[in-house]
């Protein structure tokens, strides 16, 4: 391998730059030319890369986003638009690309290594739904996020003696609002993986309050329902002050958590090492606090395991009773 190129697709997550970073840095200790791709596929498809020196990344690794930029591209999804990236990789003279992004930019890494360009995937997303992985970049600094928002809303909902309803992204996992929930004291926790009872929930309000709990709040992950709507669910049983935040994008900014930033390092810069030693379909993680790579349509076909020790766990916490 002489020259490698690495891209941000998907959903933006703080710790991208951090990953961008130590890509490009380990690429040129190696002795490798590094090319940074614009805007994902979308970018390979048109050629829009730049060559990075060590100085192209200075001062980004506490940023959240990604200086790359990101996109969602439909073009690369067909078999046109891969043949397209793949001719433009050729033009170039790019022999690996390293894919910073979740499942759907691993599955076209995946694809474009079938073309013949060896692509290694870093996983950057804020939803920590990829199975073979402990964590994605990006989802303790989420998690941290949603934190700072929790300790906001709970001054004014104690204030007022609310009822407070957090919506939390995640897309179809709850790991997002599992985390919170348990950090932040939830008294509930609503996820995708978990059946939830309405009336169960009910009760709980109901006893918090009877036993002098001045506010509750609950959290709800995306893929689980949509917060307005339990608003009035709970709203119609009992006769509580109820009120709903979705919180949205402020979760996936700002500055990036020390775990994410060292997170970022160590997988940015494994997936170089894979390249030169010329394994290209494969993807990188963290087991056990080692970092691990695999192959990626075995990662890609591992179904992602919800935590529900963990689940439990907070439910028992936020139990004033003994359950
Ligand atoms: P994430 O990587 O965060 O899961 P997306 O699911 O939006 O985000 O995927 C990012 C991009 O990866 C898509 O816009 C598309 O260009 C590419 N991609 C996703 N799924 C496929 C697929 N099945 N085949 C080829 N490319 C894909
Ligand atoms: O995958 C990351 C994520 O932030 C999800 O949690 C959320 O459902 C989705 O992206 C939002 O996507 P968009 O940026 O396209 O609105």
Do not use: W
Not at 56 to 68: C, E, F, H, N, Y
Not at 196 to 212: F, P
């Amino acid at each position: 391998m002489k020259n490698i190129a690495v891209l941000t697709s998907g959903g933006d997550a703080p710790g991208m730059n951090a990953a961008i970073r130590a890509v490009v840095r380990t690429s040129i200790n190696k002795g490798l030319n590094v090319y940074g791709i614009q805007k994902g596929y979308n970018g390979l498809i048109r050629g829009d890369m730049i060559e990075m020196d060590m100085s192209s990344v200075a001062d980004i690794i506490q940023r959240g986003g990604t200086i790359l930029r990101t996109a969602r591209s439909e073009e690369f999804k067909t078999e046109e638009g891969r043949q397209k990236a793949y001719n433009m990789a050729k033009i170039f003279n790019i022999d690996g690309i390293v894919v910073i992004g979740g499942d759907g930019s691993f599955m076209g890494a995946k694809k474009l290594t079938e073309l013949g360009i060896a692509c290694v995937g870093v996983p950057g997303t804020i939803d920590n739904d990829l199975a073979y992985t402990d964590y994605t970049i990006g989802f303790d600094t989420a998690v941290n996020n949603v934190l700072d928002a929790i300790n906001k809303i709970r001054d004014t909902s104690t204030s007022h003696e609310r009822v407070s309803i957090i919506e939390v992204m995640g897309r179809n996992s709850g790991d997002i609002a599992l985390y919170t929930g348990l950090a932040g004291g939830a008294e509930c926790i609503i996820v995708p993986e978990v059946k939830y009872c309405l009336e169960d929930i009910c009760k709980k309000l109901i006893m918090g309050r009877n036993s002098g709990k001045l506010h509750s709040i609950i959290i709800l992950a995306e893929g689980a329902g949509d917060a307005k709507e339990l608003e009035e669910q709970i709203r119609a049983k009992v006769d509580m002050d109820v009120r709903a935040s979705i919180l949205g994008y402020i979760q996936r900014g700002g500055n990036t958590s020390a775990f994410d930033r060292v997170l970022a390092s160590r997988l940015g810069a494994k997936a170089v090492e894979l390249l030169v030693e010329g394994k290209g379909g494969r993807v990188v993680g963290m087991r056990d606090n080692k970092i691990v790579d695999m192959d990626i349509h075995e990662a890609l076909s591992m179904e992602k395991k919800f935590d529900y020790e963990l689940y439990e766990l907070a439910n028992i916490l936020s139990n004033r009773d003994r359950i």
